[in-house]
């Protein structure tokens, strides 16, 4: 049997991965500043994460959610403490797309309503109704293509405003720094005016989370440096270090209800086990300092280079934006200097999405390399 073949390969197969760092089947290392779309947070096999799968698995792996869970709990406390908003109610599923949808889902219950506002460039996931929310046209079928929504400029508060004022929208979702859309962040006070907009017209604000969240801005989520409180905050990527979890944070304004949401394999055991050992590495190792450390120093390198033009993002979610097409620049650090990176949509910047336990010394390998490229 084939595979259906929608993905275009690099002809490169890691098959070992160790803090920043993968192997191919010949033994070559590669420098990780790509953490598999931000996924990897504490680094490739951390012991301390391997070993918590191992203890779960030996002892139950997956039983559903008609039965009890103290693990669900436990990550619940957890992530309340260490990330510090307070106040919402925790619902886990298995990635960022279901945690968009389920995210729709609870504004549309709550507020009666369906249209939703999303932005320019953004990225909210490939199922149903979070496709209809990304500004990709080529990813949409005429299945998905009938969804109450409407684009708007990002940080254009006045159309924002005009939009919400028809009193028909149910949900405002926006990424603070968006990802696959090319690194852009609106200013504080559009964050903030959307905020009261939708607070006065009953209008469910959704923080897309997905990428940015989890300690990778310096902050535990990007929206907490614009001062705002998000009705839901959707979560995924850097939450398992590779395992398959997601989840949303529901204001406890909201009211559950039997059978409003639901999933098969959300907040299983394994996936408790390894969201719970990222929060405690998290922790221990300071990763969103060590975030916000090592972040000035690459904006302090990437200066010294002409032909970056602009630096863009926050903490290790980290845009070079330079003044060509980086296609080339990007397959050039892979396969001649063994250097992961990420593109965007935006074809000149090339995107950093390494493991939060990088160091400074990675980057000067990586601006060696770069130097020696341009």
């Not at 619902?91 to 506002?117: D, Q």
């Not at 500004?135 to 400029?153: G, R, S, Y």
């Not at 330079?322 to 063994?338: C, T």
């Amino acid at each position: 049997m084939e595979l259906f073949d929608v993905y275009p390969l690099y002809d490169i197969t890691p098959v070992k991965g160790e803090g920043c760092y993968v192997f191919d089947q010949a033994g070559k290392k590669y420098l990780d500043l790509y953490g598999g779309h931000a996924v990897i947070s504490v680094g490739h096999s951390h012991p301390e994460y391997v070993k918590s799968i191992q203890d779960q698995v030996s002892k139950l792996a997956f039983y559903s959610n008609s039965i009890k869970n103290p693990l669900q709990q436990v990550l619940a406390d957890k992530l309340e403490k260490v990330s510090g908003v307070k106040d919402y109610s925790l619902f886990l599923c298995s990635s960022g797309a279901e945690a968009n949808e389920n995210a729709l889902k609870v504004a549309s219950f709550e507020t009666g309503k369906e249209r939703v506002i999303y932005f320019e460039n953004a990225f909210h996931g490939r199922t149903s109704g979070v496709v209809s929310i990304t500004d990709n046209e080529n990813i949409k079928a005429p299945f998905n293509l009938n969804h109450n929504v409407k684009k708007l400029a990002f940080n254009d508060a006045e159309s924002l405003k005009s939009e919400i004022e028809k009193g028909d929208v149910a949900a405002v979702i926006f990424e603070v720094i968006q990802g696959v859309g090319g690194l852009d962040e609106a200013d504080s006070e559009f964050y903030k005016k959307a905020a009261d907009l939708c607070q006065k017209n009953q209008v469910m604000l959704i923080a897309d989370e997905v990428q940015s969240g989890y300690g990778r801005t310096g902050d535990f989520f990007a929206f907490q440096k614009h001062g705002i409180r998000p009705d839901i905050i959707s979560m995924a990527k850097g939450m398992g270090n590779g395992f398959p979890i997601g989840g949303i944070l529901i204001d406890n304004k909201i009211q559950a209800k039997y059978g409003m949401l639901g999933t098969t394999f959300g907040g299983n055991h394994l996936a408790c086990a390894a969201g719970i050992s990222v929060l405690d590495i998290i922790t221990k190792e300071n990763l969103m300092q060590n975030a916000s450390e090592v972040s000035e120093f690459v904006k302090a390198e990437a200066a010294k280079i002409p032909q970056i033009k602009k630096i863009k993002g926050r903490g290790l979610m980290i845009g070079l934006e330079f003044d060509f097409e980086i296609a080339a620049l990007r397959k050039e650090l892979l396969f001649e200097h063994q250097i992961f990176t990420g593109a965007s949509s935006n074809k000149k910047l090339l995107r950093i999405l390494p493991p939060l336990n990088i160091r400074t010394e990675h980057f000067e390998v990586f601006f060696d390399s770069l130097k020696s490229v341009l």
